[in-house]
Antibody, heavy 117, light 107 residues
């Protein structure tokens, strides 16, 4: 059974970088697509980007200058880095896995990141 | 960007009701629309993919329909366990975009 688990700091200061890890068990990240999604306070959801089985990436243009998604296949983990954060980046961050043509078939439990000084 | 407009934003329902919620895309997205259920404190769960295909293990009281710009999620015989926020997602155009959600609450 595939499981995804997000981890990282719960508090980040404005102007710093947000870095999260998604640890995957039960499935290799060298298959399928692996994405990041966030949910803001008040229910709005935003797709941030994904990394493919080959390591290619696609990002939401609204974040393109600040976001980077990378991976470590030896640890079966992929990562989110978001630079120059502001309080508007406060959200619950989820990692997810695709299945066939379905973008987000499996989700992690999510991790709340608060941007505050 | 493709805007996904969900309606209504909230609904007060009773157990046993038939519930219908809508998602309207600002441009033609074909059938590249999924529906998700998110209960309080949980991560989103996939219900419907490709506009009308029920995902593995999803009860058959959940039905998705539509194509192009107009999509519907119907819950027949609403159960208390179905209280949640429901989201649509289009993945026909980059960036993939979510609707604002429909929250189901008990009367």
């Amino acid at each position: 059974e595939v499981q995804l688990q997000e981890s990282g700091p719960g508090l980040v200061k404005p102007s710093q970088s947000l870095s999260l890890t998604c640890s995957v068990t039960g499935y290799s990240i060298t298959s399928n697509y692996w994405g990041w999604i966030r949910k803001f306070p008040g229910n709005k959801m935003e797709w941030m980007g994904y990394i493919s089985y080959s390591g290619s990436t696609s990002y939401n243009p609204s974040l393109k200058s600040r976001i980077s998604i990378t991976r470590d296949t030896s640890k079966n983990q992929f990562f989110l880095q978001l630079n120059s954060v502001t309080t508007e980046d406060t959200a619950t961050y989820y990692c997810a896995r695709s299945e066939a043509a379905i973008p987000f078939a499996y989700w992690g439990q999510g991790t709340l990141v608060t941007v505050s000084s | 960007n493709t805007v996904m407009t969900q309606s209504p934003t909230s609904m007060f329902i009773s157990v046993g009701d038939r519930v219908t919620m809508n998602c309207k895309a600002s441009q033609n997205v074909g059938t590249n629309v999924d529906w998700y259920q998110q209960k309080t404190g949980q991560s989103p769960k996939l219900l419907i993919y490709g506009a009308s295909n029920r995902y593995t293990g999803v009860p058959d009281r959940f039905t998705g329909s539509g194509s192009g710009t107009d999509f519907t999620l119907t819950i027949s015989n609403m159960q208390a366990e179905d209280l949640a926020v429901y989201y649509c997602l289009q993945y026909n155009y980059n960036p993939w975009t979510f609707g604002g959600g429909t929250k189901l609450e008990l009367k």
